[in-house]
């Protein structure tokens, strides 16, 4: 494996990478990798990059560098068209994200790594080889065809089951992902007709980035704009979805269902003028949402490793609890019940 020397000026991020979270600068992490850096003089690992000088792997390593002004830094050079699957590999061995999380981050990888895998196939299948040979692993198939043999996986079904997550999933941070995309066209659109506002934020984004809900409070603070008064006002600067939900995402404080709903909720208000308890329910909503998402998908996360007499405590826990649950919950509740599993 040789690895060679790079200007940290002449690096950029590859543009597949630029969509996954970083850490903060206060990041405990982050400050761990600064110190490293002071201490060995230098970046511990080096960075994988393609031939174009546009980093793969190693992102944190490039900004502490950068931070610290370490000229140079040690770097392996690998094909730009196996970034997908590097950044895979990468992310699934260091990241501990949920579900949800891990396939909306993932999402701009999912073409790359489809025409990767396309690729791959095709040249095993020009050296007379199967496609199994090339990627390592035996050739995938789903359960069964119309005619009762296995078919072969779609390459979204095989992405899916290469992050360990559902196909359903991936499409709800489809989904996710346009909605955030819209509103960003929303507020570009605000800022086109609003010329005074768009240089006040170009000057706030310099020095804040990703700071809209901040930019807006101080904006409508400036302009004499109140939401609870003027919701319905076209001058009050949209909301930032992308701002406001990802960093919840990613701290698995909300899933990609829980993130479609409040959304929906949000927009069914949209022109509405709302007062302090509309805000006051809006907040106990999310609330209430955050909490129920964080069940779904941690509760019994890991249930299939509990034996059966590990079980039944909690079960009893969980039991005991019912009857200080909302009557309408358990209302719900039964009726689902009683719809999967009949009038047994």
């Known amino acids: ?198 240089a006040a934020w170009d000057k706030w984004d310099q020095e804040q980035p990703r700071a809209w809900g901040t930019f807006s409070q101080a904006w409508n603070r400036q302009a004499g704009l109140d939401p609870a008064v003027d919701g319905g006002s076209d001058a009050l600067p949209p909301e930032n979805f992308r701002e406001r939900w990802e960093p919840d995402l990613f701290e698995g404080e909300i899933g990609l269902g829980g993130i479609i709903q409040a959304i929906a909720g949000l927009v069914s208000t949209k022109g509405k003028t709302r007062g302090d308890k509309e805000d006051g329910e809006d907040a106990a909503y999310l609330a209430a949402l955050r909490r129920i998402e964080r069940f779904n998908t941690e509760a019994f996360a890991r249930w299939s490793d509990l034996p059966p007499e590990r079980r039944v405590p909690l079960i009893q826990q969980f039991t005991g609890s019912l009857p200080e649950w909302p009557d309408d919950v358990r209302r719900a509740v039964h009726a689902q019940l009683k719809e999967i599993y009949g009038s047994k």
């Open 1 to 198: 494996m040789n690895i060679v020397t790079r200007k940290t000026d002449d690096l950029a991020i590859h543009p597949v990478v630029k969509s996954l979270p970083m850490l903060a600068v206060d990041h405990p992490k982050f400050i761990s990798l600064l110190d490293s850096i002071e201490d060995e003089g230098g970046v511990p690992q080096a960075l994988i990059v393609d031939e174009h000088d546009q980093v793969m792997d190693g992102r944190h390593r490039l900004m502490a560098a950068k931070i610290k002004r370490i000229a140079e830094v040690p770097c392996i050079v690998k094909p730009a068209d196996q970034c997908a699957t590097i950044v895979l590999r990468t992310l699934l061995a260091r990241r501990h994200y949920n579900k949800g999380a891990l396939a909306y981050m993932t999402l701009p990888m999912l073409d790359a790594a489809i025409a990767e895998s396309a690729t791959r196939r095709l040249a095993a299948l020009k050296k007379g080889k199967s496609p199994s040979t090339a990627s390592g692993g035996s050739r995938e198939k789903s359960p069964s065809t119309a005619s009762g043999g296995p078919r072969e996986k779609t390459p979204m079904e095989a992405f899916a089951e290469r992050l360990g997550v559902s196909t359903d999933e991936l499409g709800k941070a489809r989904k996710v992902a346009k909605l955030f995309a819209a509103q960003d066209t929303v507020i570009a659109g605000w800022l086109e007709r609003s010329p005074e506002a768009a």
